[in-house]
């Protein structure tokens, strides 16, 4: 099974949880073992995050129910089970940052904002001139700075928690920008891996 993303508790370093092609899996040891955390019904789960204040509470974009629908879905139980968040999201989802009742989700189609825990959705890419939007990256010392890449060469960057999005960097000889990274101590160190 292809997987797309991996989380790690950051104060557990024995608890991680990975999304892929048939759902969700957790470890508690490490990963010497994974336990499946999904029903039957969350399939493609393309990106996984927990919220920084809270790890027991995860998002996961992926295909949900018969029909295969995008969607964004929600544990409060550290991933045992899950719940469709509100309706406004679409695409295919790369990343998510949560941090409270906030959560920036990159998709094929763009940014999609959520200030509520998910119960609704807006679009967040107000002054992005693309929709391929693959990496995700907040900076330690101001949450409300976030980097994201996108396909077409270019790196984006917010102040104000996603309400207008400025070019920050543009690239040349790759397809797009895969990841996006902030150093954990001076935010004035951005790393980006192209991809090609």
């Not at 204040?53 to 991933?79: A, H």
């Not at 906030?102 to 679009?123: C, E, Q, R, Y």
Request: proline share 5%.
């Amino acid at each position: 099974s292809t997987c797309y993303a991996i989380h790690a508790d950051p104060r557990d370093p024995k608890k991680a949880w990975v999304s892929h092609y048939n759902g969700i899996a957790r470890t508690t040891n490490a990963g010497s073992t994974w336990k499946a955390q999904q029903t039957p019904q969350i399939t493609d789960a393309t990106s996984i995050a927990a919220d920084a204040s809270n790890p027991k509470i995860l998002y996961v974009g992926c295909k949900f129910g018969s029909d295969e629908t995008r969607s964004v879905l929600k544990s409060t139980d550290g991933g045992v089970t899950w719940k469709v968040t509100g309706d406004g999201v679409y695409g295919e989802s790369h990343r998510i940052l949560a941090a409270g009742s906030k959560i920036h989700l990159a998709s094929a189609v763009g940014i999609f904002l959520s200030k509520n825990g998910g119960s609704t959705w807006n679009p967040g890419h107000n002054g992005i001139r693309a929709s391929n939007i693959r990496a995700f990256a907040a900076s330690p010392s101001s949450p409300n700075t976030i980097y994201a890449g996108i396909g077409g060469y270019a790196l984006l960057k917010t102040t104000n928690g996603g309400s207008a999005w400025m070019t920050c960097g543009t690239f040349y000889g790759s397809l797009l920008v895969a990841s996006v990274a902030v150093h954990p101590t001076n935010s004035n160190i951005i790393y980006v891996k192209p991809s090609g």
